[in-house]
């Protein structure tokens, strides 16, 4: 029987083995992890992270051929295949601070498996890594080695939050990476074998080293441009009347465009596209490539200044103060189906609200007071590390109060912001949230959920990105 252990047992560790162990009944997967917490979490009943469909199949393979534990070395060293899942975090100290990626989780990991590892291995890189990572991984795995040998994939994973299960099951492609050596090639059949189980032939691409790692950052970054194109555009939109939707469906029906991920919003989160693009930015500023690094940094510049537009066009439109006033803010994570927070556009609009020392009441159906605290009191790229090492948050931010329902957030309050497209926003009693609110009552769409026309209707003032803007806001100073 085929071993595989999974060094991380996070957003990614856990999904993709879960479902390896589900379409491949004859491999034993072990998910093993430093946190204990979380280690915890995946053999109950309340996983850590929440998607749509992961609970049954957990529940399907768990105890079977699926296990969950702390005994990383005890699992790494039975293993044929290990699989590194593990943080890989903008750095935030010394040389490449604030761009490149720091792979201290991933050297340490590698280590240990040079360490523990009395029979050969295929080691594949699940996380996003530089190019050229595997070259140093190899290095570190040989010259550490106890006689056995190594061969190492990248398999770089695509999956997105809150859809991951489906993209699991049917993946668009998957990636295999390897040497062009016999025993490089012999690896990469291994491990298309496994996928080979349920991923049709032709969407398994089989390429050299550099091309998988490569290929991992430019689809991101490819897909965050996309996303501050439409949302600069949603910029020129609100200054000369025309619709961001209208303009997005049209541009989207030329089948050369294609019509995903052309949603404008107050901007993309997730711990994937800054970070990832950063990293891009970093290597090519290291391979003398200054135009095109330039080049791809314009798309974090626009996304950043899709957050600050917000959060002024909010400011501006209350009168240019929000100082003790109460917002609602209507959804915190990065994006609807998910609990995650990390890099979600809410921290940022948060942080500027408060710091127009507005009062802010938040609602999200599936994130919890205490990590909106850390969020809101944590450093830039300080999340990205293991569960366990990620500080406490030292005091609680002030002036935010974290309710578990709608109509408690927007009673009240001057403001009512959207930050996550959750469904349940769609459906909210508009009329009911209007009558309890002060007056003027505003709305301030970041995400394109309401009915705006309904909403005025109702009495609101309306602001959602990219739309005609309001009577109301046309006569507000022009945000920047
Ligand atoms: P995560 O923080 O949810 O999980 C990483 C886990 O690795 C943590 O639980 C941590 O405790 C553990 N870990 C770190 N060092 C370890 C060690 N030495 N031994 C054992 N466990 C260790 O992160 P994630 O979202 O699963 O991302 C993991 C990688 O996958 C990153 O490189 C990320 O860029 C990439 N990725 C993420 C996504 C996504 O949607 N989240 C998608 C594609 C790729
Ligand atoms: C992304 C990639 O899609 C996935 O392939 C990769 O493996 C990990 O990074 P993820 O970050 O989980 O996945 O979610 P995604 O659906 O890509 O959304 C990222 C951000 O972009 C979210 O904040 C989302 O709300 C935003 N977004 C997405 C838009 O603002 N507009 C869109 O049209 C699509």
Same mark, same amino acid.
């Given at each position: 029987?085929?071993?595989?252990?999974? &060094?991380?047992?996070?957003?990614?560790?856990?999904?993709?083995?879960?479902?390896?162990?589900?379409?491949?009944?004859?491999?034993?997967?072990?998910?093993?992890?430093?946190?204990?917490?979380?280690?915890?979490?995946?053999? #109950?009943?309340?996983?850590?992270?929440?998607?749509?469909?992961?609970?049954?199949?957990?529940?399907?393979?768990?105890?079977?051929?699926?296990?969950?534990?702390?005994?990383?070395?005890?699992?790494?060293?039975?293993?044929?295949?290990?699989?590194?899942?593990?943080?890989?975090?903008?750095?935030?100290?010394?040389?490449? +601070?604030?761009?490149?990626?720091? @792979?201290?989780?991933?050297?340490? +990991?590698?280590?240990?498996?040079?360490?523990?590892?009395? =029979?050969?291995?295929?080691?594949?890189?699940?996380?996003?890594?530089?190019?050229?990572?595997?070259?140093?991984?190899?290095?570190?795995?040989?010259?550490?080695?106890?006689?056995?040998?190594?061969?190492?994939?990248?398999?770089?994973?695509?999956? +997105?939050?809150?859809?991951?299960? #489906?993209?699991?099951?049917?993946?668009?492609?998957?990636?295999?990476?390897?040497?062009?050596?016999?025993?490089?090639?012999?690896?990469?059949?291994?491990?298309?074998?496994?996928?080979?189980?349920?991923?049709?032939?032709?969407?398994?691409?089989?390429?050299?080293?550099?091309?998988?790692?490569?290929?991992?950052?430019?689809?991101?970054?490819?897909?965050?441009?996309?996303?501050?194109?439409?949302?600069?555009?949603?910029?020129?939109?609100?200054?000369?009347?025309?619709?961001?939707?209208?303009? #997005?469906?049209?541009?989207?029906?030329?089948?050369?465009?294609?019509?995903?991920? @052309?949603? +404008?919003?107050?901007? %993309?989160?997730? =711990?994937?596209?800054?970070?990832?693009?950063?990293?891009?930015?970093?290597?090519?500023?290291?391979?003398?490539?200054?135009?095109?690094?330039?080049?791809?940094?314009?798309?974090?510049?626009?996304?950043?200044?899709?957050?600050?537009? %917000?959060?002024?066009?909010?400011?501006?439109?209350? %009168?240019?103060?929000?100082?003790?006033?109460?917002?609602?803010? @209507?959804?915190?994570?990065?994006?609807?189906?998910?609990?995650?927070?990390?890099?979600?556009?809410?921290?940022?609009?948060?942080?500027?609200?408060?710091?127009?020392?507005?009062?802010?009441?938040?609602?999200?159906?599936?994130?919890?007071?205490?990590?909106?605290?850390?969020? @809101?009191?944590?450093?830039?790229?300080?999340?990205?590390?293991?569960?366990?090492?990620?500080?406490?948050?030292?005091?609680?931010?002030?002036?935010? #109060?974290?309710?578990?329902?709608?109509?408690?957030?927007?009673?009240?309050?001057?403001?009512?912001?959207?930050?996550?497209?959750?469904?349940?926003?769609?459906?909210?009693?508009?009329?009911? &949230?209007?009558?309890?609110?002060?007056?003027?009552?505003?709305?301030?769409?970041?995400?394109?959920?309401?009915?705006?026309?309904?909403?005025?209707?109702?009495?609101?003032?309306?602001?959602?990105?990219?739309?005609?803007?309001?009577?109301?806001?046309?006569?507000?100073?022009?945000?920047?």
């Amino acid at each position: 029987m085929v071993k595989i252990c999974c &060094i991380g047992a996070g957003y990614v560790g856990g999904p993709t083995m879960a479902v390896i162990a589900l379409k491949c009944p004859s491999i034993q997967v072990a998910v093993v992890d430093i946190s204990v917490a979380r280690i915890n979490a995946w053999n #109950s009943d309340t996983l850590p992270i929440y998607e749509p469909g992961l609970d049954d199949v957990v529940k399907q393979c768990r105890g079977k051929n699926l296990s969950f534990s702390t005994d990383v070395e005890k699992h790494v060293s039975e293993a044929d295949i290990v699989f590194v899942s593990v943080n890989t975090p903008t750095k935030t100290q010394g040389l490449g +601070a604030g761009k490149a990626a720091d @792979l201290t989780y991933w050297e340490s +990991a590698a280590r240990m498996i040079a360490d523990v590892a009395k =029979s050969n291995k295929i080691v594949v890189e699940k996380s996003t890594v530089p190019v050229k990572t595997a070259e140093a991984i190899e290095k570190i795995l040989t010259h550490n080695s106890k006689g056995v040998e190594f061969q190492i994939l990248s398999n770089p994973e695509f999956l +997105a939050e809150g859809t991951a299960i #489906s993209d699991l099951f049917n993946p668009d492609r998957v990636l295999i990476g390897g040497r062009e050596t016999p025993g490089g090639k012999k690896a990469i059949e291994t491990l298309r074998d496994v996928y080979a189980q349920w991923v049709p032939m032709d969407r398994i691409i089989c390429t050299n080293l550099w091309s998988a790692e490569l290929s991992k950052l430019a689809a991101n970054a490819f897909l965050a441009q996309r996303i501050s194109s439409v949302n600069s555009m949603s910029a020129l939109c609100e200054a000369t009347g025309a619709d961001v939707s209208q303009v #997005s469906h049209a541009v989207g029906k030329d089948t050369r465009i294609g019509p995903k991920f @052309l949603n +404008a919003s107050v901007g %993309f989160g997730g =711990s994937c596209f800054q970070k990832d693009i950063l990293n891009l930015v970093y290597i090519c500023e290291c391979n003398g490539l200054p135009e095109v690094a330039n080049y791809w940094k314009q798309v974090i510049k626009v996304n950043d200044y899709q957050k600050t537009r %917000f959060v002024n066009r909010i400011v501006s439109s209350m %009168f240019n103060t929000v100082s003790g006033k109460k917002i609602a803010v @209507l959804g915190f994570a990065f994006k609807k189906d998910t609990g995650d927070t990390r890099e979600t556009p809410a921290i940022d609009v948060c942080k500027g609200l408060i710091g127009d020392k507005a009062k802010l009441s938040i609602y999200d159906p599936q994130v919890h007071q205490d990590q909106i605290q850390r969020d @809101l009191s944590m450093k830039k790229f300080d999340w990205d590390h293991p569960v366990h090492l990620q500080p406490m948050s030292p005091t609680s931010v002030t002036d935010v #109060s974290v309710v578990w329902d709608a109509y408690t957030a927007t009673k009240d309050a001057h403001g009512l912001c959207i930050l996550t497209e959750w469904d349940e926003f769609k459906k909210l009693d508009y009329q009911k &949230i209007f009558d309890n609110m002060q007056k003027p009552a505003f709305v301030f769409d970041g995400r394109n959920v309401v009915d705006v026309e309904k909403l005025r209707k109702i009495g609101f003032i309306v602001y959602s990105i990219g739309k005609p803007l309001d009577e109301w806001l046309k006569d507000m100073p022009a945000v920047a």
